[in-house]
């Protein structure tokens, strides 16, 4: 198995439509210098260091990324709105495509 793709299971709705829960879906470990805006990354959450998230990057602004949700209830996903935006280097990997 290729050593830079990770799969992960998505646990909760916060990207809902794209991704659901229980999914399984794969990542590909990637530079975090070619991120671009749109991209689905996977990252540790900024205030819960053992948690894993997955979301789409909003924007992309002097080394830093501002994550969101898909799902369009605003209460179904934490993300920067909740603890801003993550330093790039922070981005584990991009939604295999």
């Known amino acids: 198995m290729d050593s830079r793709i990770l ?5 909760g ?5 794209t991704l659901s829960d229980g999914e399984t879906v794969q990542f590909e470990k990637i530079n975090p210098n070619n991120l671009e805006v749109g991209q689905i990354v996977l990252t540790t959450h900024p205030l819960k260091s053992k948690i894993m ?3 789409r990057i909003k924007s992309l602004n002097e080394e830093r990324v501002f994550l969101i949700g898909d799902n ?4 179904a996903s934490e993300d920067s709105h909740n603890f801003g935006p993550v330093k ?3 981005i584990l990997a991009t939604l295999a495509e």
């Open 88 to 90: 790039q280097s922070e």
């Open 53 to 55: 998230i997955i979301k």
């Open 72 to 75: 369009p209830d605003p209460n």
């Open 13 to 17: 709705d916060s990207m809902w439509p």
């Open 7 to 11: 799969n992960v299971v998505v646990k």
